[in-house]
Nanobody, 118 residues
């Protein structure tokens, strides 16, 4: 059973940085896309950054140039380095994993709160 466990959220001031981590278990993640989504109460969950097994990366326009997604060498961890954080980045951040050979199968972590406020 695939499990995703996030860590690293918290409260920061505008302009500061945070690094989120996600540890995945229960499968071999070599052929999984992995990354991050976020959600604000009352709104749809939105893509932040996803990295495909071959290394292609998709960023939301709102975070491009400020956030960097990466994977560990063992491919079962994914990170999100968030720099120059803004109040609009406040959300619950969810780790995401998708096996590229499976249709309509997505896995989610429990979420970690990121709050950007002065």
């Amino acid at each position: 059973q695939v499990q995703l466990v996030e860590s690293g959220g918290g409260l920061v001031q505008p302009g500061e940085s945070l690094r989120l981590s996600c540890a995945a278990s229960g499968s071999t993640f070599t052929f999984y896309s992995m990354g991050w989504y976020r959600q604000v109460p009352g709104e749809q969950r939105e893509l932040v950054a996803v990295i495909a097994p071959g290394g292609n990366i998709n960023y939301a326009d709102s975070v491009r140039g400020r956030f960097t997604v990466s994977r560990g060498n063992a491919k079962n961890t994914v990170y999100l380095q968030m720099n120059n954080l803004k109040p609009d980045d406040t959300a619950v951040y969810y780790c995401y994993a998708h096996p590229i050979r499976a249709y309509n199968v997505d896995y989610w972590g429990q979420g970690t709160q990121v709050t950007v406020s002065s």
